[in-house]
């Protein structure tokens, strides 16, 4: 959801990397869209651009971020989204205009030759393609990364497998995996330095709150499925859940209403989530086959991803062992 809001209420620690280990669901969508941002800000793009022009400044990203994993046990297994809810229908229309005004305004920096403000729009304009897509889940198989395709939203399915044990925490920037039950979520880990943990039990115990009023106390200051209740920040929306007991108490008490509230609730505390999956947790990539199919079937610019591929092949060899679990 990216509902920064929740920042202000969640439980959330600094941990070291040496004080986590275990099987991470990933948000792919998420920890993705956060590379291809960044990558495509910071990198020349002809240098994750095909002769055809198609781009695919993922698996440079990928490739860079990678090895963060590897270099502190922990076993990506990468969840990606399955089909949108039509109650995100507003959300994913917002987004789809927000890209089209900052394309807008990136043609207005480049005729102007403000390079700076061109490269940060530009990275405002991206989205995952059909392209990126396809090529992630390649590279994932030739790395020998655990893939799960979920029913709907991936976060959700990440909350779900950490919920059930198949996996130790769940993988996402953004606060959705707290809504959707996820017990231990791991935050931070496409940026610079230790991750954060995200612990559900302890925000409901730092509040004396249920999960459900957890849910209610999200939908009130708005989420990727609602729009909040004008004039409700999390310290008021926490309070007013605690006062008046849940979310329809206190959308009576104020006399406002909330569009398809019902579904919205059932959809955070119910979602459709899948068991039918296996993986294994044993990695053993094919590090010259992806690093062929990298450079020279994408024809991304080798010295932008020779590093990362060396990291790969270090952690994987430098035992003597041709796997890692």
């Known amino acids: 959801m990216g509902n920064a809001d929740l920042r202000d209420i969640a439980h959330v620690d600094e941990v070291a990397f040496e004080d986590v280990s275990g099987v991470v669901a990933v948000d792919a969508h998420n920890w993705l869209y956060r590379y ?32 963060k994993f590897f270099d502190n046990d922990l076993t990506p297994v990468f969840v990606f989204d399955g089909g949108v809810t039509d109650l995100k229908d507003d959300e994913v229309e917002r987004r789809r205009e927000a890209r089209a005004d900052a394309e807008k305004r990136r043609r207005a ?8 403000e061109a490269a940060r729009l530009e990275a405002r304009t991206q989205r995952l393609t059909n392209t990126i897509h396809e090529t992630s889940r390649e590279l994932l198989r030739l790395l020998d990364v655990p893939i ?60 004396d709150i249920t999960y459900e009023q957890l849910v209610d106390v999200a939908m009130l200051c708005g989420t990727d ?19 008046h007991g849940d979310l329809f108490a206190v959308l009576s008490d104020r006399g406002a209403d909330m569009a398809y509230a019902d579904r919205i609730r059932e959809l955070f505390l119910d979602p459709p989530v899948t068991d039918e999956y296996e993986f294994d947790t044993t990695i053993s990539p094919d590090v010259d086959a992806a690093r062929a199919y990298v450079v020279d079937e994408w024809e991304v ?25």
């Open 109 to 116: 920096a480049a005729e102007r030759g403000d390079a700076a």
């Open 148 to 207: 799960v395709e979920a029913p709907a939203e991936g976060e959700a399915q990440c909350a779900h497998m950490n919920r059930v044990g198949d996996a130790d925490y769940s993988g996402s920037e953004d606060y959705d995996t707290l809504l959707f039950g996820g017990p231990t979520t791991l935050r931070q880990l496409t940026s610079k330095g230790d991750p954060e943990l995200m612990d559900l039990e302890r925000t409901l115990a730092d509040h």
């Open 301 to 325: 610019d080798e010295s932008e991803v020779a590093r990362g591929f060396e990291r790969i092949e270090e952690r994987f060899t430098q035992t003597g062992l041709d796997d890692w679990a």
């Open 36 to 67: 291809l941002t960044t990558t495509v800000k910071f990198t020349s793009e002809r240098r994750y651009t095909t002769e055809d022009g198609k781009e695919v400044a993922n698996l440079l990203g990928m490739v860079q971020g990678l090895p």
């Open 225 to 243: 499925f609602n729009e909040g209740v004008r004039g409700i920040g999390p310290k008021t929306a926490l309070s007013a859940v605690k006062e």
